[in-house]
């Protein structure tokens, strides 16, 4: 069966702090897909990056990057000098093969960035 | 064109009424999908449209009744809900029936059944 841990529930920092975001996942497939979503408090799920189980190469997207370690299965979130734009709820999401029956989200992290 | 697009965004219903919500997508996608998310999780997986056929039917109750009518909507009809069915309904869709593709998902309908 598959799992996704985000043992973090809510997070609060100050604006322009640096934040990560934990993700541990289980599986038993070699070959799986990582998700994270943004949902803002309008509700929208907003897809973030989808990383292959055969690409551990980290990724950066502007204030936004990722660390994919195979060898302690996470997926970690680190969003650089956060903004207040960046309060969401984030949602880490595991899927072992093409079929929709297999997405499993993670309990996702609220951040809250104060100004 | 990269939006998923639900109506309305906000229902109040009560348990004897009959209500849609609709989703649309002008995308190409040929699967789109139902989610239900309670405050505070989630999205749960409700069904999922492949092709126009239904692919997945996670165990919903009959009160929630899905159609597909053209690649581009996906309706959910609601019939004698529950105050507990009272939540955030998502639609989303992808390229085919295969979430390494990512899922867009729309903004949702906030129902509550009173």
């Known amino acids: 069966a598959q799992k996704v841990t985000q043992a973090q529930t809510e997070i609060s920092v100050v604006e322009k702090e640096d934040v990560t975001l934990d993700c541990v996942y289980e599986?038993?497939?070699?070959?799986?897909?990582l998700f994270w979503y943004k949902q803002p408090p309008s509700g929208e799920l907003v897809f973030l990056i989808r990383?292959?189980?055969?690409?551990?190469q980290n990724e950066i997207s502007g204030r936004y990057s990722w660390n994919f370690q195979k060898s302690t299965s996470s997926f970690n979130f680190t969003i650089t000098a956060s903004q207040v734009v960046d309060s969401a709820v984030y949602f880490c999401a595991l899927s072992v093969d093409n079929y929709g029956q297999n997405f499993v989200f993670g309990p996702g992290t609220r951040l809250s960035v104060l100004p | 064109d990269t939006e998923v697009t639900q109506t309305p965004k906000h229902l109040v219903m009560g348990m004897t009424n009959k209500k849609s919500l609709k989703c649309e997508q002008h995308?190409?996608?040929?699967?789109m999908y139902w989610y239900k998310q309670k405050a505070k999780k989630p999205p749960e997986l409700m069904f999922v449209y492949s092709y126009e056929k239904l692919s997945i039917n996670e165990s919903v109750p009959s009160r929630f009744s899905p159609e597909c009518p053209n690649s581009s909507l996906l309706n959910l009809h609601l019939h004698a809900l529950q105050p507990e069915d009272s939540a955030l309904y998502l639609c989303?869709?992808?390229?085919?029936?295969?979430?390494?593709?990512?899922?867009?998902f729309g903004s949702g309908t906030r129902l509550t059944v009173v």
């Open positions: 995308m190409g996608h040929r699967a």
């Open positions: 989303a869709s992808s390229q085919d029936e295969g979430t390494g593709y990512g899922y867009t």
């Open positions: 599986t038993r497939d070699t070959t799986y897909y």
């Open positions: 990383r292959n189980s055969f690409d551990e």
